[in-house]
């Protein structure tokens, strides 16, 4: 990916991710949460959206060497649940250069079965070239 070649608004195919119960409980063993809420009314827990919204989860665009990730955020609008299936679409919300960086700003939005929008997530990266 050259920063020349991305387009501001691009809009990426959809997909779908499942909240599935021995994914959750792995990540909850290896973060070491023992929070009995996500357990006892399965639901999902808020940092899980790091693995499935993330921008990856939608493109197959490799970043190059030297690419950091210079912020990210989430905001909840709804509880997921284990078992769920979501449907992620993702853009590029911004492009633009400062002080001669390049920055990349994608957003990555998260509907739950009822098409309601449950969790946004954005991400800005400084691509290298």
Known sequence: MKFADVEEGKVYPERTFTFREEEIKAYLEAVEDDTTLYVGQKLVPPAFAAVFARWEAL?????PEG?????????????????DTVTLRGFVKSK???K???FIERQVEVYDAADDLAVVSEIKIILPE
């Open 100 to 102: 001669g960086l390049k």
């Open 67 to 83: 690419t950091v990730h210079a912020k990210q955020g989430f905001r909840y609008l709804k509880p997921l649940h284990w078992g």
């Open 96 to 98: 633009m250069e400062k």
């Open 59 to 63: 493109a197959d665009e490799p970043l």
